[in-house]
C-alpha cells in the first residue's frame, strides 16, 4: 500500500478513502474487529497508523484493566448549562474513586481521534453523553463493543442507552401556559437546533401550549438559534421586525434569553413592562441579571450524579435497563415576566 504522511485532525473519512473502503467498515474493523476478515481489519489498521489515526500498538492486543477513568463527552464545554451537570458528575465520581476526563465535541473532526484512541487503548471504563450523538461513526454492532454508555440531559431512544433527562415537552408546554396566564397572547419562541432533540421537543411544548389555549402557530414567531448570546440577539432582532412584534418570548435557553434581553435593552425597551421574556434551564448568570430571568430550573447537578450512578452501576456488573429516568424540573418566576400593560407601546 502506498504510504501517505499524517494527516492533521485525521477522521474516520480519511482513514476510509486512505484503505478504500466505507466509513462503516472503518468504524466495524477498530471497534468490533471479529465482524470484518483479515485482510480488510489489517488493510484499515495500517491506514489508520499511516495517517495518524492511531497509535502505532494495535488496542486489540491490550488487555482491558481497570482504569477507573470516565469519560465525559460534552456538546460545547463553553456553555454555561453544562457546569453544573459536570460538577454532579466529577462530585459523584470522585467519591468512589473514579477520575473523570472531559471531551469537548464542539470541534468534533479533530477530537473524534482522541476518543477513539482512548476506546482501542482501553484507557477509560465507561463514557457519559451530554448530547444526543456519539462523538464518532459507529453503528449498533459496534456500539457492543464499547464501553459502558449512559446519556445525561438528552433523549435519544435510537442508541437504546440509560438515560436522564427532564421532561422538555412538559416543561415548555407550563413556562408558555404561565405566560398565557399573565394575559399574554402573542408569544414568540427562540428555539435551538433543529438536530437536537431536546429542541424538538421544548418546540412541541410551545406549540402544544398555543393550541391548548386557543392561539394560532404562527411561523413568524419561531426562530432558531445556536444556544449563543449572538443567536440570541440576532432572533430577538428577526421578532421585533415583525409587522406585530410579540410581546412575551419563550426562548430555549438562558443564554439566548440574555442575549435577547441585552438587544430589547439597546432598542429602548424594557422588560417585562414591554416584553416578557423567559428563559430555560436557570443557569448562575439567570438570577443576576437586570431584571432576574424566570426560567425553567432544571436539576443539573442531579442530573449528572445520577447519569454517573448508572454508569457505575453498569461498571459493577449491574443489569441498568435502557431508557429514561425522568427528574422533576421547577418554573422558577423572577422579574422578567409581567402581565401586559393596557397598551403596550408599539415595539419597532
Do not use: W
Not at 1 to 20: E, F, I, L, S
Not at 47 to 76: C, F, M, Q, W
Not at 322 to 336: A, F, T, V, W
Amino acid at each position: 500500500m502506498k504510504t501517505r504522511k499524517p494527516v492533521a485532525g485525521a477522521t474516520m473519512k480519511d482513514v476510509a478513502r486512505q484503505a478504500q473502503v466505507s466509513t462503516a467498515t472503518v468504524s466495524r474493523a477498530l471497534m468490533n474487529p471479529e465482524k470484518v476478515s483479515q485482510s480488510t481489519r489489517s488493510r484499515v489498521e495500517q491506514a489508520a497508523i499511516e495517517i495518524g489515526y492511531l497509535p502505532n500498538t494495535s488496542g486489540r492486543s491490550i488487555k482491558r484493566s481497570d482504569t477507573r477513568t470516565l469519560l465525559v463527552i460534552v456538546p460545547d464545554i463553553c456553555d454555561p448549562f453544562f457546569s453544573e451537570i459536570i460538577r454532579g458528575v466529577e462530585v459523584t465520581a470522585a467519591n468512589y474513586g473514579y477520575l473523570v476526563l472531559i471531551g469537548d465535541c464542539a470541534h468534533q473532526n479533530q477530537q473524534e481521534k482522541s476518543f477513539i484512541d482512548m476506546i482501542i487503548t482501553k484507557q477509560i471504563d465507561g463514557m457519559l453523553l451530554l448530547g444526543s450523538r456519539l462523538p464518532f461513526d459507529a453503528g449498533k454492532e459496534e456500539q457492543r463493543n464499547l464501553p459502558p454508555m449512559v446519556m445525561a440531559n438528552e433523549f435519544a431512544p435510537e442508541l437504546e442507552l440509560p438515560t436522564v433527562h427532564i421532561d422538555n415537552l412538559t416543561a415548555a408546554f407550563n413556562a408558555v401556559s404561565y405566560l398565557y396566564g399573565l394575559g399574554h397572547r402573542r408569544i414568540a419562541c427562540i428555539a435551538g437546533p433543529e438536530g437536537m432533540p431536546l429542541c424538538h421537543f421544548r418546540l412541541q411544548g410551545y406549540i402544544q401550549a398555543l393550541h391548548r389555549h386557543n392561539l394560532t402557530v404562527d411561523p413568524c414567531y419561531i426562530v432558531r438559534g445556536d444556544f449563543s448570546l449572538e443567536a440570541g440577539e440576532k432572533a430577538m432582532t428577526q421578532l421585533l421586525a415583525q409587522p406585530q412584534p410579540p410581546d412575551a418570548v419563550f426562548c430555549h435557553s438562558d443564554v439566548m434569553a440574555l442575549g435577547a434581553l441585552s438587544l430589547i435593552k439597546r432598542r429602548g425597551l424594557r422588560v417585562p413592562q414591554d416584553i416578557s421574556l423567559m428563559g430555560f434551564d436557570n443557569i448562575s448568570l439567570s438570577q443576576f441579571c437586570d431584571p432576574p430571568l424566570s426560567t425553567v430550573a432544571q436539576p443539573r447537578f442531579e442530573i449528572g450524579r445520577q447519569a454517573i450512578m448508572l454508569l457505575l452501576d453498569q461498571l459493577q456488573g449491574l443489569t441498568v435497563n435502557p431508557g429514561s429516568r425522568l427528574l422533576d424540573c421547577e418554573l422558577m418566576i423572577r422579574g422578567s415576566t409581567r402581565a401586559p400593560a393596557p397598551e403596550n407601546r408599539r415595539l419597532t
